[in-house]
């Protein structure tokens, strides 16, 4: 095999230290104003629901100042075990009083570049302060050296560009807390697709405090106290020194590259039969807007090649970037592992054996020292039966052949449902305020992934001649480490979200095409991308920087979504085609380009039901399967169910 090399291209701020952080912020002294006659019955009825909603639709919410100190508090330990999980080499607070109103930062920090200690949050001789939790990967300018919260305050603080128009060039995941001293205002946010965790509490009955966090201190046996999810964008809370009045405002974005991201191609050529049929613009009001052109980046003529090199490029690139920006400890966290086939890797992927997670840790090794070992993790609730489990093997083996030079540590976990009922109440705290049983089947076994924890399998023996995929024999020097109980000192987790969405890899994209062409289909796609942040990417940020790692999303690299957003969706999905063939076609193409055949045609399975807590899960709260799907079981709160 002629192995691929793809040298790093010189990105703003590779340089720099990179860190990931548990951020919070709490005021107290204001509550909830009446500013709309409806709000005081709206909050009663369904109140995190509607404050969400509301501030989607970028209608302010009015809080005014008060002075009421009879209520309680959230203890402040509960916040440093929780922002300690996140960041453990470093924890530290700062306070501002204005208005009558105290406002408190709290930040944890998991360094992942740079011998030099760095400190979250961070204050500037203006008296500005910054809690920023994610990677700046580029946008803005910064020295060697720098971290990236540093840089960005400086850049915030010189006042020659907007907050807004500053975060909305930040090219990275991010979640952020400003306070600008200047014009006594709180920023907060989440990038555009909403890669970073940030939760709202706002002042009421149950706890006087406005809250916001990466993650709650919530205990789903006692607290009343209900949280939600920031939307995407960038907000801000201005308090008025006199009146002590204060709004939260939603603002749009002055770079086109979100609005990109939800838009989709469709060309004449990917369907003449429904061009005409649901051509109606798709309008969401909940996406923060962006008024001005969108470019064209994709030649008309674009050829299913061209459409291939594109994408491999893109990707490599998005790779590379997320390898660059990171170093991994050198010593093995225990004594207990001498050998140095059990030395750290700088990078955990959560492994499938499926189409995206095979495709990552091949672009990994394309990007990383030759003599980095990478690790990949899989997690089953049946053992070796578990379609999950079996698509592992079948790819670490592929991989193996592919490149016998790298270390390639499958780690295998092996879970129950026993196990998730005693992790129960710390799981529902880390996915709140997702509640529902889906949550907790994807929550669970991505928690356990995270945690890194199993049995080493490497054997790499071909498959019986009845598999799937046969390859030829390859000596294994690895083998005397097989079996052997590890756990992962990886700090980054590289996970696929993003691809399916993007990429048509669902089964109801083959019903949307169904029920309106190419125009449906599109539709679907662009919802998905909307609500992503909400749906999937804040509880699994919480699930995974749970252990102090970090998850990246190479597939949702901005560079990336743009371009998939600019392909017509030819290049994704054939109708005619069956599962496996016909959806995510372009990023099949890729791996097949690299040389691995069989994870490239392996048809999609979600984490759910290929770990098969999905399945022992139905048979427990509803007797079966089809019971399970009648009731439409994953959708259901965990509250109306019996069960442990």
Not at 125 to 137: P, R, S, V
Not at 321 to 341: F, I, V
Request: charged share 25%.
């Amino acid at each position: 095999m002629t192995e691929l090399r793809y040298p790093a291209e010189k990105v703003e701020g590779l340089a720099a230290r990179k860190l990931m952080c548990g951020i919070t912020l709490l005021i107290d002294g204001l509550k909830v104003g009446l500013p709309l006659e409806t709000q005081p019955s709206r909050l009663k009825c369904d109140g995190a629901e509607w404050l969400q909603e509301h501030l989607l639709r970028g209608e302010p919410i009015e809080l005014a100042a008060h002075h009421d100190q009879s209520c309680g508090e959230i203890k402040g330990d509960e916040y440093h075990k929780m922002l300690r999980a996140r960041g453990p080499d470093f924890l530290s607070s700062m306070s501002v009083v204005t208005g009558g109103v105290g406002i408190q930062f709290l930040a944890s920090l998991l360094q992942l570049r740079g011998s030099q200690p760095s400190s979250c949050p961070l204050k500037d001789a203006q008296g500005n302060i910054l809690a920023l939790n994610g990677e700046i990967y580029a946008g803005i300018c910064l020295s060697r050296g720098q971290n990236d919260a540093e840089g960005l305050l400086d850049v915030l603080g010189g006042g020659s560009k907007s907050v807004v128009e500053v975060m909305g060039g930040v090219r990275g995941p991010w979640a952020m807390l400003y306070w600008q001293q200047g014009t006594q205002t709180l920023w907060f946010g989440r990038d555009g697709i909403g890669r970073r965790s940030l939760l709202l509490h706002l002042p009421d009955e149950a706890d006087p405090r406005l809250m916001l966090s990466s993650a709650s201190p919530w205990d789903p046996t006692q607290s009343s106290v209900r949280w939600l999810e920031v939307p995407h964008g960038v907000f801000s809370l201005r308090i008025e020194q006199d009146s002590g009045r204060a709004l939260i405002q939603r603002h749009d974005w002055l770079d086109s590259t979100w609005s990109q991201i939800v838009s989709r191609e469709v060309t004449s050529e990917d369907d003449l039969n429904h061009q005409q049929q649901n051509t109606e613009t798709v309008v969401d009001g909940n996406y923060p807007t962006y008024s001005g052109p969108l470019p064209r980046l994709v030649p008309d003529n674009t050829t299913p090649s061209g459409a291939l090199e594109m994408v491999k490029n893109a990707l490599m690139k998005a790779m590379q970037m997320r390898c660059d920006c990171m170093e991994w400890r050198m010593g093995q966290e225990t004594s207990d592992n001498p050998s140095s086939l059990l030395r750290p890797a700088p990078v955990l992927v959560l492994f499938s054996g499926g189409l995206d997670s095979t495709l990552l840790a091949a672009l990994l090794h394309l990007c990383l020292p030759s003599d980095a070992p990478i690790d990949l993790v899989n997690v089953s609730f049946t053992k070796e039966t578990s379609p999950d489990r079996v698509g592992s093997i079948e790819s670490v083996r592929e991989l193996r052949q592919w490149a016998p030079d790298r270390l390639w540590r499958l780690i295998e976990v092996d879970s129950s449902l026993d196990e998730v009922d005693g992790l129960r109440s710390h799981l529902l705290a880390l996915l709140h305020p997702c509640s529902s049983i889906l949550d907790l089947n994807v929550g669970a076994p991505l928690w356990l992934a995270a945690r890194g924890r199993g049995k080493l399998n490497m054997i790499s023996d071909p498959p019986d001649s009845s598999d799937e995929v046969v390859v030829e024999a390859v000596s294994n020097p690895f083998e005397s480490i097989h079996g052997v109980e590890f756990t992962s000192s990886a700090p980054v987790v590289l996970m696929g979200h993003g691809a399916d969405e993007q990429c048509c890899g669902y089964a109801r994209h083959k019903s949307r095409f169904r029920e309106g062409g190419w125009h449906r289909l599109r539709s679907e796609v662009q919802m998905e991308l909307r609500r992503l942040w909400k749906r999937n990417l804040g509880r699994d940020d919480r699930v995974v920087s749970d252990h102090g790692r970090e998850a990246r999303f190479p597939f949702l690299d901005e560079d990336v979504a743009v371009l998939f957003a600019h392909l017509p969706l030819k290049f994704f999905f054939d109708y005619e085609l069956p599962s496996g063939e016909g959806d995510k076609m372009v990023v099949r193409e890729c791996l097949r380009s690299l040389g691995i055949e069989g994870a490239a045609a392996r048809k999609k399975c979600a984490i759910q039901f290929g770990s098969r807590i999905s399945k022992l899960s139905n048979c427990r709260y509803f007797g079966s399967n089809r019971a399970a799907n009648k009731r439409s079981a994953g959708y259901v709160d965990l509250a109306d169910v019996h069960g442990p």
